[in-house]
């Protein structure tokens, strides 16, 4: 952002830009870790780690919506057709990501 002068905002957009991009044209996934930072990655071992770790953040954002705030919802209104609707939901990806995240896929 700082060398090109750019917004997070427009930062962000040409990543996503870039990531298409690649899949388009069959290059290897663009990633980011702390130790390369982003980078273009053909290794099967750390792709599948890239994808464990992202599996792991996305689980922690669905178990807050639960119990933060989905949980209480259904606490105040048991009958709520939509409540109950996406909880079914979240929790078919909540296992869905829990298994994505496991190391012994």
Request: negative net charge; proline residues 4%; aromatic residues 10%.
């Amino acid at each position: 952002m700082g060398a090109c002068e750019l917004s997070q905002y427009q930062t962000r957009s040409g990543l996503t830009a870039l990531r298409d991009l690649a899949a388009e044209r069959d290059w290897p996934p663009l990633i980011w870790t702390r130790e390369q930072g982003y980078h273009f990655c053909a290794s099967e071992v750390e792709l599948e780690e890239w994808e464990r770790v992202w599996a792991s953040e996305k689980l922690t954002a669905f178990r807050s919506v639960i119990t933060g705030t989905l949980a209480p919802h259904l606490a105040l209104f048991p009958r709520s057709r939509w409540a109950n609707y996406l909880n079914t939901q979240i929790e078919a990806v909540k296992a869905t990501l829990e298994m994505a995240a496991s190391q012994t896929g």
